[in-house]
């Protein structure tokens, strides 16, 4: 199983340009998730999709949008890039709703805004 | 969601047990108290998690205080690989989200 596939690994972006990260898992899970990670911080929720057919923001949500493709991806759109969106972006899923979720993370892509 | 306060940095020496502490004074009942690692440039690992008794698994134990407002992740033999950062996360049954807040560095030395 290779668990929570993340691509791409590494993208660079001008100003207003777009793009879509693509997240899949591969272990039947209900939850899904999008992080983002800036340097000396702590990981800080985008958006969530609890269940497939069902997306919600989270700690920081402008400027992205989801989608909840089927059961297995969860993609994260930039519609116009910024340069404050320069992040680490990890995407995880969960096999659980409610109490005791354990969440497995992707590896991230690294994405810079120029 | 109740908050969790941390150091900001910890070190240890290699084959001696760390014992990362949290506390989590306005926790609720219903809440877990998580543990999980980074470990640097990758994703966050999962540790352990518990609700109010003590739990071990083949990576670390959790102690949590009678009246459950902290919390101590042991990892009985560190490593060199143990070296992270470490995040203490307490959540209940909101559906859907962990908040992971700056967690601290351990650091183990040879």
């Known amino acids: 199983n290779a668990g929570v596939t993340q691509t791409p690994k590494f993208q660079v972006l001008k100003t207003g340009q777009s793009m879509t990260l693509q997240c899949a898992q591969d272990?039947?899970?209900?939850?899904m998730y999008w992080y983002r990670q800036d340097p000396g911080m702590g990981l800080r929720l985008i958006y969530y999709?609890?269940?497939?057919?069902?997306?919600d923001k989270g700690e920081v949500p402008n400027g992205y949008n989801v989608s909840r493709l089927n059961k297995r991806e969860f993609s994260l759109r930039l519609e116009s890039a910024a340069p404050s969106q320069t992040s680490v972006y990890f995407c995880?899923?969960?096999?659980?709703?409610?109490?005791?979720?354990?969440?497995?993370f992707g590896s991230g892509t690294q994405l810079s805004v120029l | 969601d109740a908050k969790t306060t941390q150091p900001t940095s910890m070190d240890c020496a290699e084959g001696r047990a760390a014992n990362l502490p949290c506390n989590h004074s306005?926790?609720?009942?219903?809440?877990?108290v998580y543990w999980y690692r980074q470990i640097h440039s990758q994703g966050p690992q999962y540790i352990i998690h518990?609700?109010?008794n003590n739990e071990t698994n083949e990576m670390a134990s959790l102690i949590i205080t009678e009246d459950r407002k902290s919390s101590t992740l042991i990892l009985p033999h560190a490593t060199l690989r143990d070296t992270a950062v470490y995040y203490c996360?307490?959540?209940?049954?909101?559906?859907?989200?962990?908040?992971f807040g700056r967690g601290t560095q351990l650091t183990v030395w040879p």
């Open positions: 995880a899923s969960s096999p659980l709703r409610g109490h005791a979720e354990k969440l497995f």
């Open positions: 272990m039947n899970h209900n939850s």
């Open positions: 999709s609890a269940s497939e057919g069902t997306t």
């Open positions: 306005t926790i609720s009942g219903n809440e877990y």
């Open positions: 518990g609700l109010k």
């Open positions: 996360i307490v959540r209940g049954s909101t559906l859907g989200r962990l908040y």
